[in-house]
């Protein structure tokens, strides 16, 4: 075991966070870490790591154990540059490095035993170099960057000099470098762009050691964990797979919950009156006896949030059967064009997904569509009946000086009662006294809520979303995700979430470097068509490179050096020429090993990182035998 936590419980004054929590976890385990906000996630990832102590309870640790911890704000000293702060990790090597460097200039000055002892010092040093992947190592740390999106040129950049985001990046890559017995991640997909997180999904899903994760993003928990547990009302339930499994298993112990809870209620009903009936008469023995065991009986909570009732929302206004068409038509300002050539026919009922990276024009296209910029070129036409809301995320359509009832009152008719509308809100987790809040007091998160309760109440017959989960937990997320599926409009949408757009969209519209690509289907069907290209592409890139490699070793490939032969080898001159020939070779690897291409392929990187090692190590052969050459001279 990595570490065993047995009956944790954790206060901060009179808040319990944690109670008498349970659980092991194993060397190698993917898990996800679920709550709502404020559940104790973070605490307990604190707990784990040790930076936090238990008020209660025990934690054991495998000896010797490593972890590694992904922190919230991270900073960096002025002089270290991108690339020095990720290979700032690889502290020994660095240390083996000088070392090697050192013996190697003694070679040269000392002879005889002493000679012996150093070429024996640098053979070790050589060989915990190579066994801990000192070869490679520059290698993987620009591969890691890159892959978080970090460009060549960024590389001697001055790591105080980057945005918040971007130390947060930087941290992340110098984690995953460390390679610690289990990392403990929280929200890692914060500050990356989708292809930055499409990468990281792909080096977790293949990463040996173990880590924990915290994150809102379901789609990615969805591709990187294999075990779920479930912080709920200050304990912790495990589920094996991945999130669709949990929520799969999840809702199944709930019914049996429920089940459990209904069926108790009515013993203790039952048991309840045959002590009112008989406590007074003749069976006041049998009912005082019962009155003991009810006192013992350990209650079952019933499962308050299992509701599967829909949301009855009322019918919207029904458009023509064409909502929006967009003919040829460019978005962006005057003196930039963000994105062009955009064509799309949207139809009645229809819900169209809209992704890709910052700064490629979706929210433009979101403005230009309502009007509020004109299109550089080309045609945009709102069909017949359209009524449009807009969710923007400035949540300029709430007024903070409105309670949350009185918020959503202002677009409802005077004979809606309040039972109705709190009905309503509750479905969008405002219950009992919270109605009652002012809007000013909200959380970000739960004003987002109010504003989407408010967009999808007022009955319009097309909605725009622009990232309407952003600052939303995973419950938010499923209430929004009921709210909109029980919603018979249209939806167009722009979000970074994928788990969202995987349960919403029928259509999805791509923005890429390449251009704005119209895809019918839903987001697993898109992502798999691209992965399945990206594969079938760096399948192509590494037979190419591995024909290129194979006719460049034809046609220089040194002879491997020669065994010890007293009586007959090769001369000085002759190792001389392989040792340049076998330096050219290494100088023309590490080039490719620096390419963009190589670094966002981790396949072709650890096969041309493995041609690297071994020709390292001929040159180290090479050298050894023209020290022995130049000393029988």
């Given at each position: 075991?990595?570490?065993?936590?047995?009956?944790?419980?954790?206060?901060?004054?009179?808040?319990?966070?944690?109670?008498?929590?349970?659980?092991?976890?194993?060397?190698?385990?993917?898990?996800?870490?679920?709550?709502?906000?404020?559940?104790?996630?973070?605490?307990?990832?604190?707990?784990?790591?040790?930076?936090?102590?238990?008020?209660?309870?025990?934690?054991?640790?495998?000896?010797?154990?490593?972890?590694?911890?992904?922190?919230?704000?991270?900073?960096?000293?002025?002089?270290?540059?991108?690339?020095?702060?990720?290979?700032?990790?690889?502290?020994?090597?660095?240390?083996?490095?000088?070392?090697?460097?050192?013996?190697?200039?003694?070679?040269?000055?000392?002879?005889?035993?002493?000679?012996?002892?150093?070429?024996?010092?640098?053979?070790?040093?050589?060989?915990?170099?190579?066994?801990?992947?000192?070869?490679?190592?520059?290698?993987?740390?620009?591969?890691?960057?890159?892959?978080?999106?970090?460009?060549?040129?960024?590389?001697?950049?001055?790591?105080?000099?980057?945005?918040?985001?971007?130390?947060?990046?930087?941290?992340?890559?110098?984690?995953?470098?460390?390679?610690?017995?289990?990392?403990?991640?929280?929200?890692?997909?914060?500050?990356?762009?989708?292809?930055?997180?499409?990468?990281?999904?792909?080096?977790?899903?293949?990463?040996?050691?173990?880590?924990?994760?915290?994150?809102?993003?379901?789609?990615?928990?969805?591709?990187?964990?294999?075990?779920?547990?479930?912080?709920?009302?200050?304990?912790?339930?495990?589920?094996?797979?991945?999130?669709?499994?949990?929520?799969?298993?999840?809702?199944?112990?709930?019914?049996?919950?429920?089940?459990?809870?209904?069926?108790?209620?009515?013993?203790?009903?039952?048991?309840?009156?045959?002590?009112?009936?008989?406590?007074?008469?003749?069976?006041?023995?049998?009912?005082?006896?019962?009155?003991?065991?009810?006192?013992?009986?350990?209650?079952?909570?019933?499962?308050?949030?299992?509701?599967?009732?829909?949301?009855?929302?009322?019918?919207?206004?029904?458009?023509?059967?064409?909502?929006?068409?967009?003919?040829?038509?460019?978005v962006g300002f005057p003196t930039k064009t963000l994105a062009k050539d955009i064509s799309l026919t949207l139809r009645r009922g229809e819900r169209l997904g809209i992704i890709?990276?910052?700064?490629?024009?979706?929210?433009?296209?979101?403005?230009?569509?309502?009007?509020?910029?004109?299109?550089?070129?080309?045609?945009?036409?709102?069909?017949?009946?359209?009524?449009?809301?807009?969710?923007?995320?400035?949540?300029?359509?709430?007024?903070?000086?409105?309670?949350?009832?009185?918020?959503?009152?202002?677009?409802?008719?005077?004979?809606?009662?309040?039972?109705?509308?709190?009905?309503?809100?509750?479905?969008?987790?405002?219950?009992?006294?919270?109605?009652?809040?002012?809007?000013?007091?909200?959380?970000?998160?739960?004003?987002?809520?109010?504003?989407?309760?408010?967009?999808?109440?007022?009955?319009?017959?097309?909605?725009?979303?622009?990232?309407?989960?952003?600052?939303?937990?995973?419950?938010?997320?499923?209430?929004?995700?009921?709210?909109?599926?029980?919603?018979?409009?249209?939806?167009?949408?722009?979000?970074?979430?994928?788990?969202?757009?995987?349960?919403?969209?029928?259509?999805?519209?791509?923005?890429?470097?390449?251009?704005?690509?119209?895809?019918?289907?839903?987001?697993?069907?898109?992502?798999?068509?691209?992965?399945?290209?990206?594969?079938?592409?760096?399948?192509?890139?590494?037979?190419?490179?591995?024909?290129?490699?194979?006719?460049?070793?034809?046609?220089?490939?040194?002879?491997?050096?020669?065994?010890?032969?007293?009586?007959?080898?090769?001369?000085?001159?002759?190792?001389?020429?392989?040792?340049?020939?076998?330096?050219?070779?290494?100088?023309?690897?590490?080039?490719?090993?620096?390419?963009?291409?190589?670094?966002?392929?981790?396949?072709?990187?650890?096969?041309?990182?493995?041609?690297?090692?071994?020709?390292?190590?001929?040159?180290?052969?090479?050298?050894?035998?023209?020290?022995?050459?130049?000393?029988?001279?």
């Amino acid at each position: 075991m990595l570490f065993r936590l047995a009956e944790v419980s954790k206060s901060y004054g009179a808040q319990e966070v944690l109670r008498s929590i349970s659980f092991q976890f194993n060397p190698g385990e993917h898990v996800g870490l679920v709550g709502r906000n404020g559940a104790g996630k973070t605490t307990l990832l604190r707990l784990i790591s040790g930076t936090e102590s238990p008020d209660k309870g025990t934690i054991e640790r495998m000896r010797g154990f490593r972890y590694g911890i992904l922190a919230q704000h991270v900073e960096f000293k002025d002089a270290t540059t991108v690339m020095d702060a990720a290979l700032d990790v690889f502290s020994e090597l660095q240390q083996l490095e000088a070392k090697m460097r050192d013996l190697e200039h003694a070679m040269t000055e000392v002879t005889g035993d002493e000679l012996d002892r150093v070429m024996h010092d640098y053979s070790e040093a050589q060989h915990a170099y190579e066994h801990n992947g000192g070869f490679t190592y520059h290698a993987r740390a620009e591969s890691v960057l890159q892959g978080l999106g970090f460009t060549k040129d960024a590389f001697q950049k001055p790591a105080s000099a980057l945005s918040g985001g971007e130390k947060n990046r930087l941290g992340l890559a110098r984690m995953l470098l460390l390679e610690p017995d289990i990392l403990l991640l929280d929200e890692p997909t914060n500050h990356l762009d989708v292809q930055a997180v499409e990468w990281l999904e792909d080096f977790l899903s293949e990463y040996k050691s173990a880590y924990i994760i915290i994150s809102h993003d379901r789609f990615f928990l969805d591709h990187t964990v294999n075990r779920i547990l479930d912080l709920e009302a200050k304990q912790i339930i495990s589920y094996h797979g991945n999130y669709s499994k949990y929520l799969e298993l999840r809702e199944e112990r709930r019914e049996q919950q429920q089940k459990a809870y209904e069926q108790q209620r009515e013993m203790i009903e039952r048991t309840e009156d045959f002590i009112r009936r008989n406590l007074a008469g003749q069976k006041t023995k049998q009912a005082k006896s019962r009155r003991k065991m009810l006192e013992k009986v350990e209650r079952i909570e019933s499962v308050t949030n299992l509701d599967t009732a829909k949301f009855n929302l009322k019918p919207v206004a029904r458009t023509g059967d064409l909502v929006l068409i967009l003919d040829k038509i460019a978005v962006g300002f005057p003196t930039k064009t963000l994105a062009k050539d955009i064509s799309l026919t949207l139809r009645r009922g229809e819900r169209l997904g809209i992704i890709g990276a910052n700064g490629t024009g979706k929210t433009t296209l979101l403005r230009t569509i309502l009007g509020e910029m004109q299109p550089l070129a080309g045609e945009s036409r709102w069909g017949t009946g359209v009524n449009v809301g807009y969710y923007d995320q400035r949540l300029l359509m709430i007024d903070e000086r409105n309670t949350v009832l009185d918020e959503l009152r202002t677009i409802t008719a005077s004979t809606v009662t309040d039972g109705e509308l709190r009905s309503f809100l509750g479905r969008f987790l405002f219950t009992g006294d919270d109605v009652f809040k002012p809007v000013s007091v909200l959380s970000g998160g739960e004003k987002g809520r109010l504003a989407l309760a408010k967009l999808i109440y007022s009955r319009v017959n097309v909605l725009i979303l622009d990232e309407p989960t952003n600052h939303l937990d995973i419950a938010s997320c499923e209430a929004l995700e009921d709210a909109l599926n029980d919603y018979d409009g249209t939806i167009i949408t722009v979000s970074h979430d994928r788990y969202f757009l995987d349960r919403i969209a029928t259509q999805i519209l791509f923005f890429s470097p390449d251009g704005v690509e119209d895809f019918d289907g839903g987001y697993s069907e898109f992502y798999d068509a691209h992965h399945r290209a990206k594969q079938q592409e760096a399948e192509a890139a590494r037979a190419a490179a591995e024909a290129q490699r194979k006719a460049e070793t034809t046609a220089k490939q040194p002879a491997k050096p020669a065994k010890k032969n007293k009586s007959k080898g090769p001369t000085a001159f002759e190792i001389e020429t392989q040792i340049h020939a076998t330096e050219t070779q290494i100088s023309e690897l590490s080039a490719l090993l620096a390419t963009e291409d190589v670094a966002r392929d981790k396949d072709r990187l650890f096969a041309l990182s493995e041609q690297y090692t071994q020709l390292e190590e001929t040159l180290q052969e090479l050298y050894q035998q023209w020290e022995e050459a130049l000393s029988q001279a």
